[in-house]
T-cell receptor
Framework: QKEVEQDPGPLSVPEGAIVSLNCTYS??????FMWYRQYSRKGPELLMY????GNKEDGRFTAQVDKSSKYISLFIRDSQPSDSATYLC???????????FGTGTRLQVFP | EAEVAQSPRYKITEKSQAVAFWCDPI?????LYWYRQILGQGPELLVQ????????DSQLPKDRFSAERLKGVDSTLKIQPAELGDSAMYLC???????????FGPGTRLTVT
């Protein structure tokens, strides 16, 4: 079993839809949770960073972490075609810099 | 905006050949990481440097892979000999210090034939 599990998709939605992307993790030691966006043939770009449980909002993006259920979510409101990319969740323990990534979910937003 | 630079962007090599990748981190970033991303999977850490010292190379296949960061700035990752299973994207990332946000470069896509 991988430490971070993520549905690879693809997920296809119309422009303007609310998108929900999810991950689960198994290691209780994880304290930091991130979402990266990766466009085709590019490196991952940090979108959201959350410490422990709770919500964090940045524009159209909201990240949620529920440590009791080991569940990580990213919501995208008013999705745009430019949001079409692969979204990677990542987790990190308190005493390490090593990021553990999910497989990534490929999102396609069509006009 | 400062970025992590990597070269080459694409590399095709035959199995059993040697191949090398170069990374120049964001200026002033003390921590440098090499990740490998196989198609359809998330990146996996190969090696982490703090300045010129290796912090973690537990996932680096040391029989064929080597990495160095001699002056604590840019870094080279080498594979010798390359195998078909090494085909992947090799990503370099840097952070200001240990525990800080990691910024990724565009990657080097390696194809071994």
């Amino acid at each position: 079993q991988k430490e971070v599990e993520q549905d690879p998709g693809p997920l296809s939605v119309p422009e303007g839809a609310i998108v929900s992307l999810n991950c689960t993790y198994s290691n209780s030691a994880f304290q930091y949770f991130m979402w990266y966006r990766q466009y085709s043939r590019k490196g991952p770009e940090l979108l959201m960073y959350t410490y422990s449980s709770g919500n964090k909002e940045d524009g159209r993006f909201t990240a949620q972490v529920d440590k009791s259920s080991k569940y990580i979510s990213l919501f995208i409101r008013d999705s745009q075609p430019s949001d079409s990319a692969t979204y990677l969740c990542a987790s990190q323990g308190a005493n390490t810099d090593k990021l553990i990534f999910g497989t990534g979910t490929r999102l396609q937003v069509f006009p | 905006e400062a970025e992590v630079a990597q070269s080459p962007r694409y590399k095709i090599t035959e199995k059993s050949q040697a191949v090398a990748f170069w990374c120049d981190p964001i200026s002033g970033h003390a921590t440098l990481y090499w990740y490998r991303q196989i198609l359809g999977q998330g990146p996996e850490l190969l090696v982490q440097f703090q300045d010129e010292s290796v912090v973690d190379d537990s996932q680096l296949p040391k029989d064929r892979f080597s990495a160095e960061r001699l002056k604590g700035v840019d870094s080279t990752l080498k594979i010798q000999p390359a195998e078909l299973g090494d085909s992947a994207m090799y990503l370099c990332a840097s952070s200001l210090r240990k525990g800080a946000t990691q910024y990724f470069g565009p990657g080097t896509r390696l194809t071994v034939t």
